[in-house]
């Protein structure tokens, strides 16, 4: 079992940055990839981005050249850097542990992140 905690959501203006943090309990294996979805009301969670132990991470396009995610591997944290938010980037952003091999999910209970003026 893996527990995952989130926390650095919140309220910023349209352009704005914030920065999620994702502190898991046990030291994760290089077959864990580690990742941030969302789910904004109405609608189905989503990747974000996703990051492998040997550094290798895809995002999705919308919120590429945007988004930048990184991890701890030392501290079992994994990152998510939000610059130049949007409206619509607002959802739940929930912690995500993807064991590669036997493809069982880990999540983390969500952090909201609101984008408004």
Same mark, same amino acid.
């Given at each position: /079992?893996?527990?995952?905690?989130? $926390?650095?959501?919140? !309220? *910023?203006? =349209?352009?704005?940055? %914030?920065? !999620? $943090?994702?502190?898991?309990?046990? $030291? !994760?294996?290089? #077959?864990? +990839?580690?990742?941030? &979805?969302? /789910? +904004? =009301?109405?609608?189905?969670?989503?990747?974000? +981005?996703? #990051?492998?132990?040997?550094?290798?991470?895809?995002?999705? @396009?919308? *919120?590429?050249?945007? &988004?930048? #995610?990184?991890?701890?591997?030392?501290?079992?944290?994994? &990152? %998510?850097?939000?610059?130049? %938010?949007? =409206?619509?980037?607002? +959802?739940?952003? &929930?912690?995500?542990?993807?064991? %590669?091999? $036997?493809?069982? @999910?880990?999540?983390? /209970?969500?952090?909201?992140?609101?984008?408004?003026?």
């Amino acid at each position: /079992q893996v527990q995952l905690v989130e $926390s650095g959501g919140g !309220l *910023v203006q =349209p352009g704005g940055s %914030l920065r !999620l $943090s994702c502190a898991a309990s046990r $030291s !994760l294996s290089r #077959i864990y +990839a580690l990742g941030w &979805f969302r /789910q +904004a =009301p109405g609608k189905q969670r989503e990747l974000v +981005a996703r #990051i492998t132990m040997g550094g290798s991470t895809n995002y999705a @396009d919308s *919120v590429k050249g945007r &988004f930048t #995610i990184s991890r701890d591997n030392a501290e079992n944290t994994v &990152f %998510l850097q939000m610059n130049s %938010l949007k =409206p619509e980037d607002t +959802a739940v952003y &929930f912690c995500n542990a993807h064991n %590669l091999v $036997s493809t069982v @999910d880990y999540w983390g /209970q969500g952090t909201q992140v609101t984008v408004s003026s």
